[in-house]
């Protein structure tokens, strides 16, 4: 008799698993590690400090993590209409169990972050705080969320750059981030519309429609794909980093023109995968000219 239920307790364990990695989100945490790894390793090429960039980059990972679980938690409404198929409105965790994640994770990514400097336990501190009224308010408002996810992202470059003591290399990688992040959070704002004008959340297109939004992240992009040439002009970076660099702007152009051609919500969501991937090309071009 318990060996039946202790079998048939395997499925359900293994689909709370699932839950719990899907609400996580794994791809974007692997990002930010990847991100403060990057940092880390720009500011000092040498072997010397890569025990606490490892140690900064799983800190950082932690606490996005459990961004991701607290703004899911304040999300469900919403995604009850937009994303039915997410761990919370389709039943699979329930809001205590992600809000435990939540507390779990950003609490051990801050007693992580206590393990390095100074800078790295307030930048931690920060950035669970920012996430958390970022999930509560700032994203139902029109450009703050936006602006918000923008400079955290950024800040991961400086995360791992303080680590070695040289955050000025931190400064280009982080701009290219916050402009990529905030046009990626504006296609999402749009897809989202519907499900946001429903829950009441003031978004940039629900607020003056999709259009203008999309204008803005255009603008954005643009602006991005201009300040890619500074780098190497300035002899910050090498020809190397051009070469990539290139490439990578031609997948923004292409971004742009097909959100204007075809603004369904299948294929902005193809879109905002793409722009994920031109960040791991931007990260290559900066390794490749450094």
């Known amino acids: 008799m318990n060996s039946r239920k202790e079998i048939s307790s395997v499925p359900h364990a293994a689909r709370t698993m699932s839950a719990i990695v899907r609400l996580l989100r794994p791809l974007n945490m692997g990002i ?6 990057a940092g880390g390793v720009l500011s000092d090429l040498s ?3 890569w025990p606490q960039i490892l140690l900064a980059a799983a800190a950082g990972a932690l606490i996005a993590g459990g961004g991701n679980a607290i703004n899911d938690c ?15 409105p389709s039943g699979a965790l329930t809001l205590n169990q992600a809000n435990a994640l939540w507390v779990v994770m950003s609490l051990t990514g801050v007693t992580m972050s206590y393990l390095m400097t100074p800078w790295n ?41 303080v680590v070695t003591g040289n955050p000025s290399t ?11 992040n905030v046009s990626r ?34 603008l954005l992009l643009i602006t991005l794909i201009a300040s890619t040439f500074l780098p190497y002009l300035l002899t910050v970076y090498s020809i190397s980093y051009l070469w990539i660099v290139i490439g990578v702007d031609a997948v ?38 450094s």
């Open 74 to 88: 304040f999300d469900v409404e919403i995604d009850r209409l937009n994303r039915p198929e997410r761990p919370l």
């Open 252 to 289: 923004l152009l292409f971004v742009i023109l097909s959100w204007w051609r075809d603004e369904s919500l299948s294929n902005l969501r193809r879109l905002s995968g793409i722009l994920k991937l031109a960040m791991v090309g931007g990260l290559a071009a900066i390794f490749a000219g």
């Open 170 to 180: 931190a400064l280009f990688p982080g701009i290219f981030a916050f402009l990529v």
């Open 121 to 161: 336990l307030y930048i931690s501190v920060f950035w669970v705080f920012a996430l958390y009224y970022y999930s509560r308010s700032l994203k139902k408002t029109v450009l703050a969320g936006n602006v918000t996810i923008g400079i955290l992202t950024g800040m991961a470059f400086l995360f791992g750059a």
């Open 32 to 37: 930010v590690f990847v991100t403060i790894v």
């Open 47 to 49: 072997a010397a400090h």
């Open 185 to 218: 959070e504006l296609l999402k704002d749009v897809e989202d519309v519907e499900g946001d004008r429903q829950a009441g959340a003031m978004t940039l297109p629900v607020r003056f429609g999709k259009r203008p939004a999309l204008l803005m992240a255009t």
